[in-house]
């Protein structure tokens, strides 16, 4: 049974042509550049504090990545607020949770989304230690599984600065991407939370910057149409 969704349909499907599209496009080819001196397979994305936009952007990611013709793989490893889910109008009876604890089947647990190429791992129930089941040998067992079976797998990981999950998930990661919100990140968090990444010795892939005032942004302006609030400037910057 899907889950109810009070999110507006991704933008790279409701407006395939759009900027912010083409944005999202942008950040994909980057990325794929990024894959060409070491292996950039496994990408996560993270943000430094809730509310920056880093499902919406994994999940554009991850659209317009399965639409250049490649097998991907998108996982909700936040497994305390997930969202992916409803994004995508899913049921998330059973997910990753289930799966880690040899509750269901792999067959069981990822689903077709819809969309060409695009598979999806939902978080499944919010179990009581999130952090310790990412870094459970059977976590490595499933990433290993997925690296021989898809080109891309996006991994939607917590903000950084509320729990510890992010920084578990980098060790199976190839890279990460950081979702800053241009109104209302804190600099001082988003320098914290890199500090952070850079700590466990995380590949940082580039940063997208979301919500930039029309005002600041000018040529890289891009403005929501079906039914998202507000502008963002999407881009990935070299680290």
Not at 57 to 74: D, E, F, H, P, Y
């Amino acid at each position: 049974m899907a889950s109810s969704n009070h999110y507006p349909q991704h933008i790279a499907l409701a407006n395939p042509k759009s900027p912010i599209t083409e944005a999202y496009r942008m950040i994909r080819t980057n990325l794929q550049f990024a894959g060409v001196a070491e292996e950039t397979k496994v990408i996560l994305v993270t943000s430094s504090e809730p509310g920056e936009g880093k499902t919406s952007t994994i999940s554009n990611l991850a659209i317009v990545t399965a639409q250049s013709g490649k097998r991907v793989l998108l996982i909700d490893a936040d497994m305390r607020k997930p969202q992916i889910h409803q994004r995508f109008q899913t049921s998330n009876l059973d997910g990753l949770s289930n799966l880690l604890i040899q509750e269901r089947k792999l067959e069981q647990c990822i689903m077709y989304s819809g969309i060409d190429n695009l598979f999806l791992l939902s978080s499944g129930p919010i179990p009581p230690n999130p952090a310790e089941m990412l870094a459970s040998s059977a976590f490595a067992d499933l990433m290993k599984w997925a690296r021989g079976e898809f080109d891309y797998i996006y991994i939607d990981a917590p903000p950084i600065l509320a729990v510890t999950d992010a920084l578990v998930l980098t060790r199976v990661a190839d890279g990460t991407v950081l979702v800053v919100d241009a109104q209302r990140t804190n600099r001082n968090m988003a320098q914290r939370a890199v500090g952070m990444l850079r700590q466990v010795e995380a590949r940082i892939l580039g940063v997208v910057l979301n919500r930039v005032p029309r005002k600041s942004a000018g040529y890289y302006y891009y403005y929501y149409d079906s039914g998202v609030q507000g502008g963002a400037h999407a881009s990935t910057e070299g680290h």
